[in-house]
């Protein structure tokens, strides 16, 4: 009984890969690329970590997915649980035996929630909470949070969720990246992306403080969420900034402002709703200026990043 159940378990594990693999897009594949610029037809805003799930493409989703399937779900880790989505059972066994839910690590190397987040399951979402996840810590290497995370991933509930429970909507990453920047530069993984939803939470974040003018400190980089917006080719996100206060005159580390760069790109749409935006209310470089300082940045030196424990 025990083989016929593990085998169906692979079965279905490598269904679920094939499933995967369909959903990256064209965009998506060339969204990874690295480092490839704008200037070949590439964003060069690079997504941290496409996923479908909780694992990116870059991994083998493949072989990882075989080794779970190899392993007895005795021996699996916590993320591993996680990844599983059908174990929930185990990790609620696991985290009443006092395992850590703050631990930090898998194959992402982010904390438990994050990788959880990333998932998009709610239920296993609170149940860590429940056990004491914190919200915030441990962050990921680059100083992302699981709500950060969950907006990069097109988790809209899970996003919410995390807002609800009290998350921290104005942490700022170590290269400088902020919510506004996730959403601009998410997923939008074909089936659950909901382009009514990002733009609601696009709304409520702006409405919260988040500034569209906030530029990030990639390598190569400099851009602001309007600018991605731009380049992934979001014309109602860019109205959306423009309306609170985005500067299309802002440049990246190579000098382009969001308006070349649709150009450049051949962004019809956004090019136009940009252009009429700019023109029917320009924005004066003291508001710019004001609309970068208003939303606080919160750095992350206090926060304990992931270190791959596990």
């Given at each position: 009984m025990k083989t016929v159940r593990h085998t169906l378990q692979a079965g279905l594990l490598m269904a679920s890969a094939a499933a995967c693999a369909q959903t990256v897009s064209r965009a998506d594949l060339l969204g990874a690329l690295s480092p490839l610029a704008v200037d070949q037809g590439v964003p060069a805003y690079l997504p941290q970590g496409l996923r479908c799930g909780a694992m990116p493409w870059q991994l083998d989703h493949e072989a990882y997915v075989q080794r779970l399937a190899r392993t007895p779900v005795a021996d699996l880790d916590l993320f591993e649980l996680v990844y599983l989505k059908n174990a929930e059972a185990r990790l609620r066994e696991r985290l009443q035996a006092g395992a850590n839910p703050n631990v930090c690590g898998g194959p992402l190397n982010v904390s438990l929630l994050s990788f959880a987040a990333g998932t998009g399951d709610v239920k296993l979402v609170q149940l860590l909470l429940a056990h004491g996840a914190h919200l915030e810590q441990p962050l990921d290497d680059t100083g992302g949070s699981a709500f950060i995370q969950a907006l990069t991933a097109d988790r809209y509930d899970v996003a919410q969720l995390l807002m609800a429970r009290g998350a921290d909507v104005h942490i700022t990453t170590t290269d400088g990246r902020t919510a506004l920047h996730a959403l601009a530069n998410a997923n939008r993984v074909q089936g659950r992306y909901q382009p009514a939803r990002e733009l609601a939470l696009a709304r409520r974040l702006l409405q919260m403080g988040l500034s569209p003018n906030a530029q990030d400190r990639q390598p190569n980089?400099?851009?602001?969420?309007?600018?991605?917006?731009?380049?992934?080719?979001?014309?109602?996100?860019?109205?959306?900034?423009?309306?609170?206060?985005?500067?299309?005159?802002?440049t990246d580390a190579k000098g382009r402002t969001a308006l070349q760069l649709a150009r450049q790109l051949d962004r019809g749409a956004v090019a136009r709703a940009g252009g009429a935006m700019t023109t029917a209310h320009?924005?004066?470089?003291?508001?710019?200026?004001?609309?970068q300082a208003h939303a606080p940045v919160r750095t992350q030196a206090r926060h304990r990043p992931c270190r791959g424990t596990r």
């Open positions: 980089g400099g851009f602001t969420p309007v600018a991605l917006a731009v380049v992934f080719n979001q014309p109602e996100l860019v109205r959306l900034f423009m309306a609170h206060g985005a500067d299309l005159s802002l320009p924005v004066a470089r003291h508001d710019r200026r004001a609309g």
